[in-house]
């Protein structure tokens, strides 16, 4: 997608010269230790205020989005389940069409463009404006039409009223729409989970009530994730000092000797065949099934895939890719780490609920 303009959007409408458009800037807040990384990407064209997060939220949520008004973007992406869509392999649409892939959990999306430039899985989108567009379009999704979209968007009470706190403007279209939901989207950040606060206190010296310590278990675990010559996980899903716990690479790490196209349906190039985006190891006791197909139901199979599953003669898989022979005691250990990465706080925030 060229841009966030789509040919079926009415054109902006501004306020006139006797009112003032004055929405309130939002602050973004985050946990102490993310000035470890880069700051968060916010568009110029598109900052983030009060009145628009509040919009997007609400659209987030709005069912009108979908062909049938039963779908939304929250149908595929529940609070309670990281923004992930509840245990499912991969999405229904409306009249029950069934996706291509697993369902992405969606937090600090602020930062998901940092490294790679792109959006989900294969990497179809390089902003959030523009992954929001594809949803609704989708016929294996909401399937619907901006135009429509819009119409039914304007014909209600609240909606109009809403966009010209927002935008300036109660004139709906799909450019405005897709903001606010991208708004909204950027205030997901999870950054409260036991290993958050174990690092905030040995890092950082803050003190957090409770105790923070990490078990015998997951001490091992953690130095199992970090050691090359062991689980040697951190080179696709980063250190503790790089918080998210992904570096956003598009990697093939060896599932199929015959893999998916991935990255190639975007780029044309054979290279990235197999390649899909690394994703945050955060909460992952909320965001199963695993990979993007959703094959692998559990931790348990996903690190035995690692441990011995790796297909070493997929084409373009990353040469980081390799059997890692760990003992079940190892393994054990390297889910109590990674357990440690849940942040209940997040599911539960009322801020991201309806």
């Not at 069934?98 to 930062?111: E, H």
């Not at 014909?155 to 300036?168: I, N, Q, S, V, W």
């Not at 290993?195 to 001490?219: C, H, M, V």
């Not at 570096?247 to 899909?276: H, M, Q, Y």
Request: glycine content about 6%; charged content about 20%.
């Amino acid at each position: 997608m060229a841009s966030c303009r789509e040919d079926d959007d009415t054109v902006d409408q501004v306020m006139p010269p006797d009112k003032k458009y004055t929405p309130t800037p939002y602050a973004l807040e985050l946990p102490p230790h993310f000035n470890y990384i880069n700051s968060p990407i916010i568009p110029a064209d598109n900052p983030l205020t009060v009145e628009g997060v509040a919009l997007g939220k609400k659209l987030f949520f709005e069912r009108m989005l979908s062909r049938d008004n039963n779908i939304s973007c929250a149908s595929c992406h529940a609070p309670s389940e990281a923004f992930n869509d509840q245990g499912m392999v991969r999405s229904l649409g409306v009249g029950g069409t069934l996706s291509i892939r697993n369902a992405m959990p969606l937090f600090n999306l602020a930062w998901g463009s940092v490294t790679s430039r792109r959006f989900n899985w294969h990497g179809s989108t390089t902003t959030l404006e523009q992954q929001a567009f594809g949803p609704v379009r989708d016929p294996l999704e909401m399937q619907e039409s901006w135009v429509n979209v819009a119409s039914k968007l304007q014909g209600t009470m609240d909606y109009p009223r809403l966009f010209e706190k927002a935008f300036g403007t109660n004139i709906i279209d799909s450019n405005l729409v897709v903001k606010a939901i991208a708004q909204f989207e950027r205030t997901l950040i999870s950054g409260d989970s036991k290993f958050d606060r174990y690092f905030l206190e040995t890092q950082e010296g803050i003190n957090i009530p409770g105790d923070n310590s990490l078990t015998p278990a997951e001490s091992r675990g953690f130095d199992i994730f970090m050691a090359e010559g062991s689980g040697d996980c951190f080179h696709c899903h980063g250190t503790p000092f790089q918080i998210l716990w992904t570096t956003n690479e598009f990697v093939n790490n060896g599932l199929d000797a015959n893999p998916d196209s991935g990255l190639a349906w975007i780029t044309k190039n054979a290279l990235d065949v197999g390649r899909f985006k690394t994703p945050s190891l955060r909460n992952l006791a909320f965001t199963a099934p695993y990979m993007h197909d959703g094959r692998f139901a559990t931790l348990d199979e996903v690190v035995e895939f690692y441990n011995s599953g790796v297909n070493v003669n997929s084409p373009n898989i990353d040469g980081r890719q390799k059997p890692r022979n760990l003992t079940v005691q190892q393994k054990a250990d390297l889910i109590a780490f990674l357990n440690t990465l849940n942040d209940s706080s997040f599911v539960t925030n009322p801020a991201f609920r309806p």
